[in-house]
């Protein structure tokens, strides 16, 4: 792109004052990622991960950033405990519901960046959007996880629970809330996150 497109919805964020978010998704399961640790010299460290019981959660984030102001990591999580009919992913009514959330906490108007999953340009969702007047949107072009600070969240908080056996999903659901949270207080790791992407909020430059 999109250098170009975020170009663009710096510079309209800055004439209605509006903040810039950027929207992604994650799912962590049970069995914790793997990430190097200490060990005995000839002893390969294990971590016991329980094969009982199953579920996942997913995550629906949004860095948020303007000009003067801290910036901020708002998100809502779904819990999938592997019941049958369960819904497995967000739907359009939940992704509003998190940008109806942000738009009251944040207490302004915002230009909103994210990429073309299906819920996120559906008929229902452009509709949802429409109705909207604090709501502007832009896509990020496909696979372009490097221009996402959101991404960079998920990254560091999967390095946070790395090598950590959980003993259910709940258990799993309380971890995440709690390393996110700790995410939230660090204003200088969201900044790092945007920094990372090579974007600022200067209208002059991407």
Known sequence: MAAGGLAGGKTVAAQRQAWLVFEDEAGQTLRPPKARTWGRRGHTPQVPVSGRGSGRISIAGLTCYKPGRRPRLIYRTLTHRGRKGERRSFAETDYIALLDAAHQQLGGPIVLVWDNLNTHVSVAMRALIAARDWLTVIRLPAYAPDLNPTEAV???????????????VDHLLAIIKNRLKRIQYRTDLLDGFLAHTGLTLETGST
């Open 154 to 168: 998920w990254s560091h908080l999967k390095r946070s629970i790395s090598n950590l056996a959980v003993r259910g």
